[in-house]
């Protein structure tokens, strides 16, 4: 069975850095994509940040583009994402996303909340 678990998150000042790592238990992700999306109260979830199977790509919102990246390690089976130069629109609960066919499997999110 398939578990995300993600964790980093927290309480940071406009300008700080936070990193968040997703953890998979169950299943190998090398050669996955991974998501990372982020939701506020009362809205969808969106798409921050992708990246390929090896690692060897990312692409992200514009919004986080040049502030966030992406990485992951294939010993470790995780995925981060570093998020620097926070803002205070960066407030939302991040979760890892990974597809598998049609499956879709999702962590419990973790919490950024970023003060002015």
């Known amino acids: 069975q398939v578990q995300l678990v993600e964790s980093g998150g927290g309480l940071v000042q406009a300008g700080g850095s936070l990193r968040l790592s997703c953890v998979a238990s169950?299943?190998?992700?090398?050669?996955?994509?991974m998501n990372w999306y982020r939701q506020t109260p009362g809205n969808e979830r969106e798409l921050v940040a992708v990246?390929?199977?090896?690692?060897?790509?990312?692409r992200y919102l514009p919004s986080v583009k040049g502030r966030f990246a992406a990485s992951r390690d294939g010993f470790k089976n995780t995925v981060d994402l570093q998020m620097n130069n926070l803002k205070p629109e960066d407030t939302a609960r991040y979760y890892c996303?990974?597809?598998?066919?049609?499956?879709?499997?999702w962590g419990q999110g973790t919490q950024v909340t970023v003060t002015v």
């Open positions: 169950g299943f190998n992700l090398n050669g996955y994509i």
């Open positions: 990246i390929s199977g090896d690692g060897g790509s990312s």
């Open positions: 996303n990974l597809n598998i066919g049609k499956d879709r499997y």
